[in-house]
Structures are given as C-alpha cells and as structure tokens.
C-alpha cells in the first residue's frame, strides 16, 4: 500500500475494454480470430468501405448482455453512436459505440475484501485495426512509417466504466483481477491482458481528504497486466501528489506507463482536445433486448467469483478462521473452487475440502485444473473415511494430476497403500514402546513433546501407511 | 439575405481543422460569409419552439434489427490491397503518425 | 415500346440483346460527347453481358423479367470491379471489391448495365455542375443544367440513349433533374430499396430510385431493385410491392391534397401546370381539396444542417489511407489534410465544414438537436395531412432548367431548387415527378406526386393518370 503521505487521498476509476468470444465481428460476418494472417479477415464493412452498413451481431449482444448481468446491471434499451476522429486505424473514421443510451449501467462488483466497487455502465462498441510501426524502437516515436492490418477491426468490444470509487492500488489490482474472473465465467471473454483481449486504463487524481473534491485526472493507459496496474496507479498518484506539494497543478491528460522505466509519461499528442461530434447511427436501429432474454441469461449464468466465496465460507460455519477465509479466496481466485463443492456434495468435511484444494491442489497447477472433480471428490472421500492418511492421500493426488485423472482406490492399491487395521498399528506400538522405555516413561509422566518422537517412529515403522491421527490417538489411550 | 454572419473565421479554421481540410485565405473568407448566409436561414428554425418534441433519427421505428453470429466469407486480400495507395507487408501503409489514438 | 415489351422481344429471341446493347453504346458514342451524361461507357463488361443473356436465352433458361435491357447507374452506385468514382477527384481510379445490392438484383433480373453517370461530386448539389469531371447538360437545351445530384441519370433516359437509369435521391437529386429534363423520377420509401453499396451521403436521408421515359417502366424497375435486403439494418421488413399490376386502377374517389406549400415561390408557368394537373385528377374522378401544411417550410433549414452532419462523417473515411487518391506528406495528419483538400471540390468541402459545425461541442444542440427535433415536426404535419387526404400534389421544384453557371456562385440560392422536394425525405415518405407540361422556352415541368410511407402502389396509380392527361 503506497503512503501518499499527509491527508492525500487517491481516487481511482477503471476502465476496461474487453473483446467478446463471438465467431464474428460486431457489424459483419469476418471471423473475430487472433493471429490469422494480416487483412484476410476482412470485407466492406469491418473495412468501411465506400457503400457499406453495419448489421448488429446477435451473439454480441448476448454476451453483452451476460457480462452486464453478471455486474448486476439494468440491462436496458440502447443506441449506437457515432464516435467522430480521424486515426488510420479506425476505417470509416469514425467508431460505433454507445453514448448516452448504453445497452447495461448502474451495476457493481464486490472485491475479495468486502469493499464494492460501482459500475457506471458497460456498454458495446468495435474494435479498431492494429497499427505496426516501422522503423525506431516500434513504439510510435521515432518511427518513419506504420502500417495497419484490419483484421481486428469490427471485433465487438465491451467497455466497462467503474465509478470513481478506488481509493488503493492494491484495490484497484483486485478490482481488475475480480472483473477479469467474472468476464471469464460469464464465458464473454478469455480475459487474457497479455494477449490484449482485456485492456485496462486507470483513471487517477488525488484529493486531501475524502471530502475534498476531485482533483484533476489522468488517463493511464497500456496496462498489460495486474502487476502493471498496482504499480502504475502508485507511480501515479505519486507523482501528481508531489506535482500539487511542489505548488504545480496537474493537466488533464492521457499518459502511457512504461514498464520497463516504472514511470507514466505524457503522450504527446495534440494539444486540443477531442471534440468526438456524437450523434445517434443512423445506419443501425435502436436495440430493444427482451425481457425474455435478459431472465433466460440471468438464469444461465453460473455463479460468479463473489457468490462463490460467499457460498464456501457459509459452509465453514459459524465462526470460520482467517487462515480457512484466505483458502477460500485463493481456491476461488484460482478457479478451483468447483473442486471443493464436489468435494463436500461427496461428503468430506467442508475444512478438509478446503485445505486440501488451497494447499496440495493449487501447488499442483496448471495441471491440476484437468483433474475431474469426482475423481478428486473420491480420493477426499477416502481419506475421510479413513481408508487413507493424509500423507497417503497426498500422493495418490499427485498421481492423479499428473495422470490427468484416474481412480484413486486403483491408485492407492498400486502403491500399496492400505490404512493398517488397528491391530498391527498396536502391535506397531508395543515394538517402539518396548524400544524407547526412557522416552515412554517421559512420556507418561507428561511430555507431550514426546509424542511427535513416537510418531515420527511409528510412521518410519509403518513406513507411513498409519494414519496421524489414529497414531496419536493409540499414544494418548496408551499412556491412559 | 443574412446580414449577420453567425459563424467567425476562427470558427471556420476551427472547423476545417477538425474535418482536415486546409483552406486558403481568400477560402476562409469565402466559406465563411457562404455559411454564414446557410447559417442564417437557419435562424428560422432556431426560433422554432420544438423542445417537447422528440428527435427524429429515423422515419420508421424499427427495432432489434441483428443477424446470427455466423461467418461470412471475407474478401479476397490482393483485390483489396491492389487499391491501396501504398501496401508494406501485406498491410496498408501510411507515413508517420505523430500521436497515439484518442 | 416499353422495357417490358422489350425484355420480352429478347427473352423470346425475336430480338437479340447483344444487337439491342450494341445500339445503345452507338447511340451513346454519338450523343453523349455533346451532353457529358456518362462518366463511364462500359462497352466489354456489357457486350459480354448482353452475350450472356442471349446464350442463356438460347439455353432456355429465363434470363429476368428485364432481360437484355440497358440501363445507366449513377456514379455512387458500387459495381463490383468497375470504376465508382461518385463524380470525385478523391476516388478517381477506384474500383470497388463489391456489388451493391441493386447491382445484384439487376443482374439477377438480366439487365445490361452499359455505364456510369455523372452526377455533383458525392451527390452534393442540384445541378451536376458541382461534378470533377465537367457538368452534364440538357438534352432539351445544352446550356443548361439537367438538374441534380442526379444529373447524368436523368439526361441519359431524356436522351433516350438508354430507357432507365437508377439515381440517388437525399433532397430531390432524383425528382428535380426528372422534372427538369421531362422524364419520371421516383424516390422510393426510406428502406425500401436497399442502400447496401451506395456511397453515403446522409444515411437518414438517401434512398435509390428509378428513372424512366413512362410510369409503366419506372414501375417494373422499381419492383426489380425494392424488397428487404439483410445488409441494410435499415432495410424495411417487406419484399418488393406490387405495383406494374395497379397501375390502371384509376384515381376515382381518391382525394388528393393540393398543397399550397409546395407552390410557394414557384415560377407561375410551374403553378399553372400542376393546378391543370390537379384539373386531370378531378377528371378522373378524385377528390381535390387545397391544403396547406405551413412547417413543411422549415424542411429546408433542418435539411441543410442534417444532410451536412451526416455527410461530415461519411465523408471523413476519404483520408488518403485505403483507397482513392493519396497526396504524399511527411505524417499521416498531413497527409490526410492534403489529400482531402485536393480531392474535395469546393461544394462537399462547404457542407463537410457546415456540418461539422452543427455537430461540434457547444452547437449541437442549437443546431443538429433543433433540426431533428424540426424533422419530428414536419413528419406530424404530414401525417396530419394524410388523415385528410390520400396524396399530395405540388410543383417538384420551384423553376424549369436554368442555365449553365447562373447559380453556382450562390449556394443559398442553389439550395432553394430542393425546398418541395426536402420534405419527403425528411419524412422518408414516397414521392415521385412526373412530366406533365411544357414551360415558355420549350423546358419541361414535372409535378410532384407524395404519399406517406408505404404508398407507392397509389401513387403509381395516379401518376398513370398524371401521364395520361400531360401535355410535355
């Protein structure tokens, strides 16, 4: 957490700009495809040529649609818009999107720590194409010349407004950490920053006091990942904080961060502001989505990050410990929480379900999420019942996962892995007893430390098949 | 004929910057005395009392006008790049931009 | 013969369509030089054409209802592979990778597209003198404009060098040169033609029609290029209407509305004629009632600030980028800059700059808001109108043909030619002119039939009886 210092305070708004897994682009039939050879995913309409009209893509509002419910917006009725500039990547010169009639809004999204974030709005528009440039270091300044490819132009886009309601970096980590997570399991998006199918800018100004009002912002942009946008909101705030100390004032402007330098720095593009000149399309009609459809994706949508957490930690009961909250987290963070619940639909304790995903399992990943979870829920089952020790149970999973599944019985068999009947664990006892009398008779008079050495030989003498508990439990009965 | 001319020179440099488009002078001058007559004879409608109304964006209401996500053959590359007034690597070639996108 | 009769000569093989087209580029060859109504003669594209259907006639096969017959595209009418320059520097030389959708119909239907036409540079102006390529004149007298946007289709059809020819109408660029060179001129319902490959002027607006010497081919044309077209969002939900079938239905009982709006400041010859018109209806049995409808007179103001914004932004993807010309220069910015303002004539850079005005922050709402809102107005006032009558009946526009250059230095001036045409697009409704009656120097005068929307079958009707009793 970044100490700006006095009373400063920093104000943090996100926008996220997301593609959708549609086939298609948002106005044509051209394949929305990564990576496919330069303009061959093209025709007149993603190319804007001369003639041609947009025809809104229905699986795009669809996912749209998803994504707006799962941020528990008013899915509403919507219009496009004209966005006016002129950039050679941008081929009608204009972009359509939404301006003032955004298909969802007034939603939001609660983060890991309780805190809830507002989603102004989430709305549709397209993508432009992708400008190379030549020549320098291929970022924009020192380049001769640039070429464009539009294959990804007209690939449908949701941009997501949060409010202005971020007041940390790590907050505002999480938040893009929680979104991502969300377009995931609405199935609109794969999320991936790196491949630039989810872009995040942050918007940031500083103000001394939560009373005060609003500084001045700026915009920053290329964002590529979740470590990117803690540190560059940091950098940020920090840097206005000691302009406005120094006796400065802040320009509204958009800054990019460099990674590599840990700085933002001014682009330096034009000096006037963009006057976008938005009017309604009028090559599209307005879109009236129905109340059929909004109830049919509100039904089909799983549950999201939050519900989920909500949903594990009501299983842990009254009064859960912290170190079980933050399994939680981390199993539902790492999308392994659908292990737990089928885990504990099985039978296991919901504490035992939980440790073994947050700690054996995700130390297993990537590999680990091709396990199916009922092999995964037998092999929890057995070691509940008893028919394996928690060190056995270890191994058999980590066959399992790097089988890609199995059955765990099979699995324990191949090892030889039975839990000892308690007759040979006692027969086991009277041996160690017998060789350790001196450490016994310590023991018994109340050296409880004592009984992590008997264990320990115990074990050694079963080599490992008797189970911890039942071990410690002889040992206590033993001793009387 | 308008007398006023509700549109400044500074306004028509503006606006041409805007549209990209260079003019002269003498154009300035020009355009700017034509659109202020335009403009003037829209003092007519200025004056209209059409607040209550709605906008009109389209004649008729359609609505949810959407095609299945299915896709469509694209075009054939070369017949699109043979237009292009310059093609580097298969894409479309342009000089030196000097800002990021907006 | 009408160009049903004539697609039925070649269908039947009576008449072969490689002789009929090679008449027409003959024609063309000698008339046009002197009248500049093409920009382009497609002479091996429709030799191999009209090959075509007679082959396939020879097969057996039913070519199209319009088999064989020539025709003319405006300029701004995509053809696929076939030079569409929109009467522009700034496209010169393109060829577009598509066919629009009325292309393809017409293809479909087995007509012989012979060229393009000449027209106002990106169908801004009414006159055709605003075209790169030097002005078209009238066939009816050479020093003086045959009207516009659609200057070329229209002369080609009154030079009867071809007997249809498909226009674009966005203020009257179909109906005023029609009336201004004698022939039929339709612009259809707003999304009953596909606009799918006709370059944008304003999106709202625009709409393709037919030229036509008789209301009869003008009909049949019209049916071949209408119906729903999946590519246009703001395509109407409907297929083709029937209209060549109703064209005799008569005019008994049906009352139309002369409406005093749509004489206003019309030369007193044009008032004349449409008053004898109204005179022909009553003969026939209409009713004939004088109506007024005082907003239509705001149409104009809210046109020349609509039609400029949308443009503004249709016309800001010519930057020198894709295709069309590119002026060289050291950044993309200037680039874009020089390009456009060597490739933009005066006329469109005028409405590119008014509307980019309209739209601007601090204007929006003085302007392009007040003008939408204007828009909804005069739409209720027709729709007022239509509860008292079943059509309307007016001058197409206000004089006959003036002469070459007489209004190029004044664009208010040149304007006030749309002011009875501009309504009907802003209501999307239907309208059409019909060649009734001759001026004092021989000059035709159209008058102007309109409906509400959906209504072209009456309207067709009536302008059957219109012909019937001209006297052009």
Redo the contacts between chains.
Sequence with gaps: MSALGGDWEMVVGLEVHTELRTDTKLFCGCANHFGSEPNTNICPVCMGLPGSLPVLNAGAVELAIRIGTALHCEVRPSTFHRKNYFYPDQPKDYQISQYDEPINAEGYLDLPDGSRVRIERAHLEEDTGKTTHLGGTGRIHGSQESMVDYNRAGVPLVEIVSGPDVRSSAQARAYAAELRAILIASGASDGRMEEGSMRVDANVSVRRGPDAPYGTRCEIKNLNSLRSVQRAVDYEAERQVALLEAGGTISQETRHWDEDTGRTETLRSKEEANDYRYFTEPDLVPLRPSAEQIARVAESLPAMPAERRAGLIEQLGAEPKDTQIDQVLSAVEQGLDRYVSAAIDAGAPPALAIARVANELAGLLPQAGSLPEADFARLLAMEHDGALSATQAKTVLGDLVAAGGGDPAAVAQAHGFEQMVSGALDAVLDEVLEAHPDEWARYVEGDDKLAGFFTGKIMAATKGQADGKAVNQALRARRG | MAELEPISADEVRHVARLARLELSDDEVKRFTSQLGSILGHAADIAALDVAAIPPTAHPFGLVNVLRADVVTASLDRSEVLSQAPKVVEQRFGVPRIAGEAP | MSVAELAVAIRSGERSAREVTEATLATIATDDPSLHAFVDVQIDQALERADSIDAAVARGEDPGVLAGVPLALKD???QHGEL?S?ASKI?QG?????D?TVVSKLREAGVVVVGKTNMDEFAMGSSTENSAYGPTRNPRDPSRVPGGSSGGSAAAVAASMVPLSLGSDTGGSIRQPAALCGVVGVKPT??LVS??????F???LDQIGPFATTVADAALLLEVISGHD?????S??EEAPSLVAHLDDGVAGLRVGLCTDLLDGCDDEVVHAVRRAAEVFAGQGAEIVEIAIPEL??G???Y??LAP??A??NL??Y????????V???????????T??AG?GDEV??R???G??A???GY?D????????????I??AFDRAYGQVDLLLGATTPTTAFELGAKIDD??AM?LSDVCTIPSN????PAMSVPFARGAEGLPIGVQLLGP?RSEERLFTAATVLEAGASS
């Design positions: 701004n009418l995509c569409t929109c496209l393109w060829r577009p990778p598509y629009a707003y999304g606009r799918y490959g006709l370059v944008a304003a999106s709202s999946p590519r246009d969002s703001t109407l939900p007179r705001f104009l103001s809210a020349y600030l914004a949308e503004s932004s800001a993807r930057d020198g980028v894709r295709y069309g010309v590119r060289e220069a050291g950044d993309v910015e200037a680039m874009n800059v020089a456009r303002t933009f850079k005028r590119i700059m008014l980019t005005y739209l601007s922050a929006f003085a302007y392009y808001g007040q003008a939408q809102r204007t828009r909804t107005m739409i209720e664009p208010m304007y802003l209501a999307g409704h929307g």
